[in-house]
């Protein structure tokens, strides 16, 4: 037997899914509102639906957690909070959250309901699961690619619960960190509207010769992961810490959600042994990608990805079927009461029902006539007792005092019934305990929120670039930047001596994923360069918390950190923040939004390909047939390919230690839009250099020179045609904004 402590934590996108899930031991059920959560396209629930849900989970001693995991713009804000309160007030037990602000904002209003951090919120390790833990998290979902010695890591050096996914579909991305649906249709994950691009047939390509890599590795779906099925590994997964096994699936059908659910509670309950081969087929058969055990146990390349197919190869038959959906129709999770029934003529009748040690006692307004010519009989008031199918009870024991010839109405006696079990199941229905907020408190508190002043723009239009590698910085001319963000070891600190020399501000450029032995990696690489560095750009929560714990430096928050709200900005502000990069994700009236309402260097990318997923996965690993990712920092595959899409679109990749990026086919090319960038509120426009062929000094010099007025409108506008007459480009979410 496993531990039955942990939490069976089950998704619920509908509500027979509930049923579904509940009926088949889940401990816990996750799902959605019709707004704010990341599945927009399954059912989700109305706020009565809302209401019922968690009134019918708590019935039956299972929790519910409501995902409000998006980011949330700032004209979006004061609705979410409003239904916010109302979950508060139906006595949700915690919320699963992505948006920085929002959280905040929900700590500060509600203190005492429970917030997870979302798989969005990308912890991967250590200082991250703290930074939330500081924030007064009381859960962190951890990142699905988080290995196994991350996570003892993590639990034994930290106090917040975690969560880790075991069966289901897989991202492979690290969530949060993919703007490819958004970035190629406007949908956007972090919005909750993912297109799902990565299930979708790629070629794998020489990307500079625009040439397939072989006619093996054409069409094939080298972005798709299997399916994860963790139900063999479950003490392995325990053991390391985490407290919640999480099932993906809120797009899925209840019968799949009894199927899943009800294998891995036999598994924790009785142990792996006690799982059948016919029940191994059930998961099978119910729905499946092929599995895998997953990057957190160590499957890699070919075990991860399912390159030949996208879809479900499971074919469930009429038999699974409906002997799923009998597991949760039935309603056969009852727990025992006792009832005393006592009868007196010339008195009301007294029923009292007792539960685990609580009593319910209701008095009948009817009082007890001597009956004429019909008298009650013991086992006639028992049977009218035990009429409890539409209630999660039964009667275990049953006193029942009568006094003879009594009478009264057999309607008198179901009345008694219904009012003790309405008090009974109102009080198991309150988990929590919580005092309502008056409307007046509520807007009193509320109000600091929503009546902030906007603040004048400071400190003029800046511009600022990012290199990935000794020869662009050759290519950079220092005398046309205000900032410029490094991303290499090699040649640093020659580097660093030109950027003081030319009295610019030089912060070194931090990688999105990065573990406890990266971390020490760069604590050693950092310290020597302290004094030549005016700060360095974090991507990441967790690396945010660890520079806050080793340096006395400045700190930039860039792309990685998603801030898409004010209310975001104005936490990472009192955290120590002086400068951010909004997320690309925004439109011009959401920035615009974001920067009147508090004085801080704004950034926002001006120039680019926009990175559209970090992955662990690497598809050049499909084609070596690598079995880890070992030998990455050695291998002659991590540059120089890409993917070619079904419309003939080409990706560059690269892999960087052991994370790979993928980016955007055309750069972003906002060169004729910085005058109503920078009117915005926006102080510094980045230009983000990917290849050494981008023609970067050229590319620097027309920004910076137009920003600081040095040449003409005229001119820029006859370079821009120019340019396009070569080369596509893109005005990425400047104007269109994401669903």
């Known amino acids: 037997m496993l531990n039955n402590k942990v939490e069976l934590l089950a998704p619920v996108g509908s509500m027979e899914s509930l049923f579904a899930a509940v009926e088949n031991g889940a401990d816990a059920v996750y799902l959605g509102g019709k707004l704010f959560n990341a599945r927009q396209f399954a059912s989700n629930f109305g706020y009565e639906e809302l209401k019922f849900a968690v009134e019918y989970a708590h019935l039956r001693n299972v929790k519910v957690y409501i995902t409000v995991n998006i980011l949330i713009d700032d004209r979006e804000m004061r609705k979410t909070i409003d239904y916010i309160k109302y979950l508060y007030e139906i006595d949700v037990d915690g ?276 009956g004429k010519k019909v008298a009650l009989t013991k086992e006639r008031v028992l049977d009218q007792l035990s009429k409890l199918n539409d209630t999660v009870y039964y009667i275990e024991k049953a006193n029942i005092h009568l006094e003879e010839e009594s009478f009264m109405p057999i309607s008198v006696i179901n009345g008694l019934r219904r009012d003790a079990i309405e008090m009974l199941d109102n009080r198991r229905k309150n988990f929590n305990n919580r005092e309502p907020i008056s409307h007046v408190e509520y807007e009193s508190k509320i109000k600091k929120y929503f009546n902030l002043t906007r603040k004048q723009k400071e400190n003029g239009n800046k511009i600022s670039l990012s290199i990935l590698n000794e020869n662009q910085f050759k290519q950079i001319d220092l005398t046309k930047l205000d900032r410029v963000y490094i991303g290499f070891q090699k040649g640093l600190k020659e580097a660093l001596t030109k950027v003081k020399e030319a009295n610019k501000e030089a912060f070194l450029l931090t990688d999105k994923i990065l573990y406890k032995e990266n971390l020490n990696q760069l604590k050693d690489f950092i310290t020597p360069l302290e004094n030549m560095i005016d700060g360095i750009s974090v991507s990441n929560l967790g690396t945010l918390q660890w520079i806050k714990d080793n340096f006395h430096i400045n700190i930039h928050g860039d792309i990685g950190l998603n801030i898409f709200n004010s209310y975001s900005v104005a936490k990472l502000k009192k955290i120590g923040l002086k400068s951010l990069t909004l997320s690309p994700e925004l439109n011009m009236k959401q920035i615009g939004e974001i920067c009147t309402k508090d004085s801080l260097d704004y950034e926002t990318i001006g120039y680019g390909y926009l990175p559209l997923m970090t992955t662990k996965h690497c598809p050049m690993s499909l084609v070596k047939g690598c079995k880890d990712d070992s030998n990455c920092n050695t291998c002659p595959f991590s540059k120089g390919y890409g993917i070619k899409d079904r419309k003939g679109i080409n990706f560059y990749m690269e892999r960087r230690g052991s994370v790979t990026t993928i980016y955007n086919s055309v750069p972003l090319m906002v060169l004729d839009s910085l005058k109503q960038i920078y009117e915005s509120g926006v102080n510094m426009v980045r230009l983000d250099f990917t290849f050494e062929r981008e023609n970067i000094k050229e590319i620097q010099t027309i920004y910076y020179d137009y920003v600081k007025g040095i040449v003409s409108e005229k001119k820029v506008m006859e370079y821009l045609k120019r340019y396009r007459k070569k080369n596509e480009i893109t005005k990425g979410h400047y104007f269109r904004g994401v669903i």
């Not at 991202?171 to 958004?182: A, D, H, R, T």
């Not at 063999?232 to 209840?254: A, F, H, Q």
């Not at 025992?336 to 009292?352: D, F, H, K, T, Y």
Request: glycine share 8%.
């Open 95 to 370: 919320l699963i959250v992505q948006d920085l602000g929002l959280a905040s904002m929900v700590r500060d209003l509600f203190p005492d309901l429970p917030l997870h951090g979302s798989t969005q919120m990308t912890i991967n390790n250590l200082p991250g699961a703290i930074f939330l833990q500081n924030l007064g998290f009381e859960r962190v979902v951890l990142a699905r690619e988080t290995p196994l010695e991350e996570i003892i890591n993590i639990n034994e050096n930290s106090d917040i619960e975690l969560e880790g996914f075991i069966h289901g579909a897989l991202c492979v991305s690290y969530s949060g960190q993919c703007l490819m649906s958004s970035i190629i249709g406007g949908r956007s994950g972090n919005r909750g509207t993912c297109a799902q691009p990565c299930r979708m047939a790629y070629d794998i390509i020489h990307y500079d010769k625009d040439q397939s890599l072989s006619d093996q590795w054409n069409k094939k779906y080298v972005l798709s992961p299997r399916d994860l099925n963790t139900i063999e590994y479950l003490d392995t997964i325990i053991n390391s810490g985490i407290v919640s096994l999480k099932i993906e699936g809120r797009m899925k059908r209840p019968e799949y959600v009894a199927t899943i659910v009800k294998n891995y509670r036999k598994a924790l309950d009785l142990g792996i042994n006690c799982i059948t081969k016919e029940e191994k087929d059930d998961i099978l058969q119910i729905f499946n990608r092929d599995f895998t055990k997953g990057l957190m146990l160590k499957d890699f390349g070919r075990k991860f990805i399912s390159c030949d197919r996208p879809d479900n190869r499971g074919n469930p038959s009429d038999e699974l079927l409906n002997r799923a959906k009998e597991s949760y129709q039935e309603g056969n999770i009852k727990y025992p009461i006792q009832m005393e029934m006592n009868i007196s003529v010339g008195e009301p009748a007294r029923l009292i029902v007792k539960y685990k040690g609580d009593s319910f006692k209701v008095d009948s307004d009817y009082i007890i006539e001597k």
